[in-house]
């Protein structure tokens, strides 16, 4: 066992034990005898631990670990996972957990819930195991992705939304979710933010865990950003004095609403983000730029966007034999 100096009167003993690295310190250079008898009480420390440990205490455990570091978002996701996730299996020793009793779990969960949120609790079931047990290899078979291609809505659905939202509370948020805002950075944004046609980005308004709205950093690096508005939006928000005050749910209740009364089929606000990015593509702007203007860090929504534009191609292929076979039988 060796012993390392880390400073002046600092030393340490490193043990690797089931794959994972045990560390003690002193506050001088200890004997061979003093380094062994001080790591076993580490390591008999770490087995009274394990004994009593179930899934419950890890994920706690592994919750709080992040609680600094993840979204508030993404903390409230792992604790509404805890109140799905059966007693049975947080009642199980962390360490006692197979990839059989994890299969299980998942199948249990299918039946109740849908797959993208299976795959959701069980990233965040692999992520604890992979903390406290990192030999465990998790070989699930999870349900298949449900094929979904959500409703984008047209520029004439967009003018039409936005001829009813004109001199409402909601008109400025709707078109600047067209600009590619998230809602978040919509609700967090003041007039200290907007300088002349140039909205800064820089925090959002979501959930935390306790249900309550709070003001964060925005959701990823790429998010922090600056957009150009045309003048005409920069002064309606100049006059008005705000941007947006109300709750951020009543926002897409008023889409809702509206798009009932229209007769348009039902998108969410979000959509706009890729209905932007969609328009954005099709005047050619370059993918990089598409992405820093929306602050997407990953390609995934360009990819959507793509698919889509694909899709609309088919359809009109299709649409175009089919125009050329009905000249032929009944012309």
């Keep these: 066992m060796k012993i390392e100096k880390r400073g002046p009167g600092s030393y340490r003993v490193r043990k690797m034990y089931k794959g994972q690295m045990y560390t003690v310190a002193f506050d001088h250079k200890p004997t061979q005898k003093e380094a062994m008898q001080a790591m076993a009480a580490e390591l008999d420390k770490v087995q009274e631990k394990h004994k009593s440990m179930d899934f419950r205490a890890a994920a706690g455990e592994y919750i709080e670990s992040k609680r600094n570091v993840l979204s508030p978002t993404t903390i409230r996701g792992y604790n509404s996972a805890m109140k799905t996730i059966s007693k049975k299996f947080q009642d199980i020793n962390v360490h006692d957990i197979t990839a059989l009793d994890i299969q299980t779990e998942v199948n249990r969960l299918t039946k109740e819930h849908s797959p993208k949120t299976v795959r959701n609790y069980h990233g965040f079931i692999s992520a604890v195991l992979g903390t406290f047990c990192p030999n465990l290899k998790i070989n699930t078979t999870l349900p298949q992705k449900l094929k979904n291609e959500p409703y984008i809505p047209s520029d004439e659905d967009i003018k039409r939304i936005l001829e009813c939202a004109k001199d409402t509370e909601y008109e400025i948020p709707i078109l600047l979710a067209c600009y590619g805002l998230r809602r978040s950075e919509i609700c967090a944004l003041t007039l200290d933010d907007l300088d002349g046609d140039i909205i800064r980005i820089n925090k959002a308004k979501v959930i935390n865990e306790d249900a309550k709205w709070i003001e964060k950093t925005t959701k990823t690096a790429s998010s922090t950003r600056e957009i150009v508005i045309p003048m005409e939006i920069a002064d309606k928000i100049r006059e008005k004095g705000y941007i947006y005050k109300g709750h951020p749910n009543v926002i897409a209740r008023f889409l809702v609403r509206t798009e009932d009364k229209l007769g348009i089929?039902?998108?969410?606000?979000?959509?706009?983000?890729?209905?932007?990015?969609?328009?954005?593509?099709a005047l050619n702007v370059p993918e990089a730029d598409i992405m820093r203007m929306g602050g997407w860090e990953t390609d995934h929504v360009m990819k959507s966007v793509y698919r889509h534009s694909m899709m609309e191609k088919e359809e009109q292929a299709k649409r175009d034999a089919a125009e050329k076979l009905r000249n032929v039988l009944f012309s």
């Design 265 to 281: 089929p039902r998108f969410s606000l979000h959509k706009l983000r890729h209905y932007f990015a969609s328009k954005m593509s």
